[in-house]
C-alpha cells in the first residue's frame, strides 16, 4: 500500500450510500460497483446544513474557483515544454506561467464577486513588470512576454464579466495578493488565502509528483473553509478497498485496465462545523454534483498506522521515526517495516492525503525563527480538522491559532507541525522532547 513502492494509498473516509448495496451506484461524481459497498457507507449530498450558514456562497464561489483552476494548470502543464515559462524567485524557488495565471485567475475572479474581502497570494509580478517594461523599452515585438502569455491562457476561461483582458489588468490582478499581504493589518478582518501551485517543483516534474491549488478563507482571525484541489491522482474502486493512484502515470501503466471504474483528480471543500467533503475534479462544475463526505483513518496503534514525509526524506533520519522508535509505542517496532508513504511536492499535498485517510499523520518540522507562509497550511489545516483530524503545534495549540495571528507568516511553538487523524495525539510529546533534540 505504500505509494513509494506501488504508487497508490487506502482511501478510508470515502462515504457512498448504505442503501444502494448490490446495486450498481451511479451519481454524477462516481461510478461504483457493487462489490466495493460491502462495507457501511453513507450518503450525503455535501454541506447541506451549510446551505444556512454566513459562509455558503463563499464556500461555492471558492469551488468553483479552484476548479477552474485546476484545469488551467493541467491545460498550461500538457503544452509545456521543459524549461519554457518558468523563473527563479528570488529565494530560488521555481514560479511558472501556471503560477501566475492561476492567482490572477482566482485574483479576478474573487475581487469581482467579494470586492471588499482581500486576497493574500504567494506570487507578485514584479519580474513579470520588469520583463514587459524591458520588451516595450527595446521595441522587440518579436519576443512574447511570460504576461503576455499568461494573458492568452485566461482570455478564453475568465468569466464574462471579468471583461477584456490585458496585460496591466492581469499584472494588477496578481498584484492584488502581494499588495493584500503587505498592507492588511487588521487580525479582525476576512481574507482569502491563495497558494496558487502548493508543490510547483512537483508540477515541473511531472510523473507521480503532487501539486494542489488551495484556497482558504480567514475570519476573526481564523480558517473558516478551504478548498484544496489535486489534478494528479485518480480514484481506483476494488473489491479489498478503494485506493487512489496517481493518475500521470497509472492511465499508461501495464496494470491499468480500461473496464476499471476510476475518476481522475479530486477536489476537497471544508467548512468549519460542516465537515470535509470531496468529489472528483471533472465533475466539479455542475452545481448539483454529489459531494462525499471524506474522513481521517481510524488507526489506533503504530503498527496500523501509516506515516507521511517528503519525498527528500529518509525515514530512518527522520524526528519522527525516532520519536516513534523511543516511545512507549514504537519500541517493538524496530524489527518491523514501518508503513512510510513518501510525498512530492510541498505540504498541502500532506494535508490532503490526512483529510482522506490515506495517512494517519505526518510531521513537519520548523525552527521557531523562521516564519511560515500561510498559504502553504490553511485550507490544509482546516480540511484535516473538519475530517476529524487535529493540527497542531509541537506544544499541542492548535494550528488555527496560530495562522490568523498575521495575514502571510506565523510562526509555531515547538519545533514543528504535528497532522494526525487525532487519535496519535498521545504521540506529541515523544515527537516534541525527539525534535528538541535533534535541534541542539
Known amino acids: 500500500m505504500a505509494l513509494a513502492a506501488v504508487s497508490e494509498f487506502g482511501y478510508r473516509g470515502l462515504n457512498v450510500c448504505k442503501e444502494f448495496q448490490g446495486l450498481q451506484l451511479q451519481c454524477r461524481c462516481l461510478r461504483i460497483p457493487c462489490r466495493a459497498l460491502s462495507r457501511p457507507f453513507r450518503c450525503h449530498r455535501g454541506f447541506t446544513s451549510a446551505q444556512a450558514s454566513a459562509h455558503h456562497e463563499k464556500l461555492q464561489v471558492a469551488l468553483d474557483v479552484v476548479q477552474r483552476a485546476c484545469l488551467i494548470c493541467t491545460s498550461v502543464q500538457s503544452g509545456m515544454q521543459k524549461g519554457q515559462g518558468q523563473l527563479d524567485k528570488v529565494d530560488n524557488t521555481p514560479v511558472t506561467i501556471a503560477d501566475f495565471s492561476v492567482q490572477a485567475f482566482v485574483s479576478l475572479e474573487l475581487g469581482r464577486l467579494f470586492p471588499g474581502i482581500p486576497l493574500v497570494g504567494e506570487e507578485n509580478a514584479s519580474q513579470l513588470r520588469a520583463e514587459h517594461e524591458e520588451k516595450l523599452a527595446s521595441g522587440d515585438w518579436g519576443k512574447q512576454t511570460i504576461i503576455e502569455t499568461v494573458v492568452d491562457v485566461l482570455a478564453p476561461v475568465v468569466s464574462p464579466e471579468v471583461g477584456k483582458l490585458n496585460c496591466d489588468i492581469v499584472l494588477d490582478a496578481i498584484d492584488r495578493g502581494a499588495m ?3 498592507t492588511a493589518t487588521d487580525r479582525q478582518r476576512s481574507y482569502w488565502v491563495l497558494d496558487p501551485i502548493d508543490g510547483t517543483r512537483g508540477f515541473l ?21 478551504g478548498v484544496m484541489g489535486c489534478p494528479n491522482v485518480a480514484i481506483q474502486f476494488n473489491q479489498d478497498r478503494t485506493v487512489i493512484k496517481m493518475a ?4 499508461k501503466s501495464e496494470h491499468f485496465k480500461p473496464d476499471e471504474i476510476y475518476q481522475r483528480g479530486l477536489v476537497m471543500a471544508a467548512s468549519l462545523g460542516e465537515g470535509c467533503w470531496v468529489q472528483p475534479l ?13 474522513e481521517v483513518d481510524n488507526s489506533k496503534a503504530v503498527p496500523d498506522s501509516w506515516f507521511c514525509i517528503s519525498d527528500n526524506e529518509v525515514w530512518s533520519k527522520s ?13 517493538h517496532l524496530m524489527k518491523e517495516k514501518m508503513q512510510v508513504l513518501s510525498l512530492c511536492c510541498g505540504s498541502l499535498c500532506k494535508y490532503f492525503a490526512v483529510a482522506l485517510g490515506g495517512v494517519s499523520a505526518f510531521l513537519l518540522q520548523a ?7 500561510v498559504w502553504d497550511h490553511a485550507s490544509g489545516a482546516i ?5 476529524g483530524g487535529q493540527v497542531v503545534d509541537l506544544e499541542g495549540t492548535a494550528l488555527a491559532d496560530s495562522i490568523g495571528n498575521s495575514k502571510d507568516v506565523f510562526t509555531v511553538k515547538g519545533g514543528g507541525i504535528f497532522a494526525s487523524n487525532k487519535n496519535l495525539h498521545h504521540l506529541l510529546a515523544d515527537i516534541r522532547s525527539q525534535t528538541a533534540a535533534v535541534g541542539q
Do not use: Q
Open 180 to 182: 493584500s499581504a503587505s
Open 248 to 251: 500521470s502515470t497509472y492511465f
Open 319 to 331: 524526528p519522527l521515526a525516532h520519536a516513534l522508535a523511543s516511545s512507549h509505542a514504537g519500541k
Open 205 to 225: 516534474r511531472g510523473g507521480n509528483a503532487l501539486y494542489v491549488v488551495g484556497l482558504a478563507l480567514v475570519d476573526d482571525g481564523k480558517p473558516v473553509l
Open 367 to 373: 525552527d521557531r525563527s523562521t516564519p511560515l507562509k
Open 383 to 387: 480540511c484535516v480538522s473538519e475530517a
Open 282 to 294: 471533472a465533475e466539479s462544475t455542475s452545481s448539483n454534483s454529489i459531494m462525499l463526505k471524506s
